[in-house]
């Protein structure tokens, strides 16, 4: 297993979209692994492929971790097959460090999958799993969370990030 870099905005990766996944081979199960070792290292509770680089449909999440790792899922080819309800809360990213926003998302999705054996799988989630699974489904199609933020506090982070990058050049 190796831990990868986690990409943050505005790297171009992160807007791509992903390409299905035809076949789950060796190095599909071995992204897997890497990708949840990257989450927990990172103290995340999801990732998505374009998070480190690998436009592919394949999300990992473990709404248990970073800490306890006992629910660790794998999903290739997540696809929402409905939504009800609306919930917000306050999202963070990987990929935004320091950025944080409230998201109206469905309160339940049903999300159909396939696992590392490629058999098709079906979930039904709400509260902190049915964000999670939304925002990394929203990864694989480009859509980010500064996409879901005021045009102020995007802006607010856009200058931030300026100011950072300005500071590692002068290093």
């Known amino acids: 297993m190796a831990i990868k870099t986690i990409r943050c905005y505005p790297d171009p990766v992160l807007r791509e979209q992903s390409m299905e996944i035809k076949?789950?081979?060796?190095?599909?199960?071995e992204l897997s692994e890497d990708m949840l070792e990257t989450m927990y290292e990172s103290k995340g509770i999801g990732l998505a492929g374009p998070q480190i680089g690998v436009t592919k449909r394949i999300i990992t999440v473990d709404i248990s971790g970073p800490e306890k790792r006992e629910a660790p899922m794998v999903l290739i080819n997540p696809v929402i097959e409905s939504m009800e309800g609306e919930e917000e809360s306050e999202e963070g990213c990987l990929s935004f460090p320091g950025f944080r926003c409230n998201i109206k998302r469905a309160?339940?999705?049903k999300v159909s999958f396939l696992d590392l054996d490629g058999n098709r799988r079906e979930i039904e989630s709400d509260e902190l799993l049915a964000v999670c699974l939304q925002h990394e489904i929203d990864h694989l199609n480009g859509k980010l969370i500064i996409d879901y933020a005021g045009k102020l506090k995007k802006a607010m982070y856009e200058k931030r990030l300026k100011k950072l990058k300005k500071r590692a050049a002068k290093k």
């Open 107 to 109: 309160a339940k999705i």
């Open 23 to 29: 076949e789950i081979d060796s190095e599909i199960k």
